[in-house]
């Protein structure tokens, strides 16, 4: 079973509101990732956990607040976003590298849709 | 700057065909190389990946890589209408522990006509 899931499918919400979208994976995987695409471009990084450390953050704005409360969870919650954070936000997975080498494969969720008005 | 490049198409093959996308990247110290399926609106879809050079074959897929050149292509088989999607070309650029990050390309959009 290679499956993500991700709550909810579809977002919209104005620019002064607190949201926040959940990811789940049972595979075991003790990576996990946040990745925003806009329409037309391939997936954008923006936060890594790794054993439910926080390993990653590129450079993103404090409006998005990543956690990981468990090894099968993670949420990104959203504060004063803006109408250009419009985009899907993909949760992935993956099992962590131990070491030196080629890494492991990661697996998307369905994404949620989000529309910042 | 640690780059991946394909070419964006639109690259349109007849149904029952072979489609074959190429993807080159920078970075001669990658190890990890991916190929996603991402139809409109959807999340990208692990299809194959290959961390050794040579052919890597699964049902009508076979990924091929070539460090040398740094070059890795994806051949789709007896194309069907259903192939029909954006395929990004996913490099992992670093060898060190803990690195995670996957540097994409832009896709290749594929339109298999019936």
């Known amino acids: 079973d290679t499956e993500v899931t991700q709550t909810p499918k579809h977002l919209v919400m104005g620019m002064t509101n607190k949201k926040s979208l959940k990811c789940e994976q049972h595979?075991?995987?003790?990576?996990m990732y946040w990745y925003k695409q806009k329409a037309k471009k391939p997936p954008e990084l923006m936060f890594v956990y790794s054993y439910e450390k926080l390993s990653i953050n590129e450079s993103v704005p404090s409006r998005f607040s990543p956690e990981c409360p468990n090894s099968s969870l993670l949420n990104l919650h959203l504060h004063a976003l803006q109408p250009e954070d419009s985009a899907l936000y993909l949760c992935a997975s993956s099992q962590d590298r131990p070491g030196r080498g080629p890494s492991y494969e990661q697996y998307f969720g369905p994404g949620t849709r989000l529309t910042v008005t | 700057q640690k780059e991946v490049e394909q070419n964006s198409g639109p690259l349109s093959v007849p149904e029952g065909a072979i489609a074959s996308l190429n993807c080159t990247y920078s970075?001669?110290?990658?190890?990890?190389f991916f190929w996603y399926r991402q139809y409109s609106g959807k999340s990208p879809e692990l299809i194959m990946f290959?961390?050794?050079?040579g052919d890597k074959e699964d049902g009508r897929f076979t990924a091929q890589l070539n460090k040398a050149s740094q070059y890795v292509s994806l051949l789709i088989r007896d194309s069907q209408p259903s192939d029909s999607a954006t395929y990004l070309c996913?490099?992992?650029?670093?060898?060190?522990?803990?690195?995670?990050?996957?540097?994409f390309g832009k896709g290749t959009k594929l339109s298999v006509i019936p």
């Open positions: 970075d001669r110290g990658s190890q990890s």
């Open positions: 996913a490099v992992n650029p670093y060898s060190g522990a803990g690195s995670y990050q996957l540097t």
């Open positions: 595979m075991g995987h003790r990576a």
């Open positions: 290959i961390y050794s050079n």
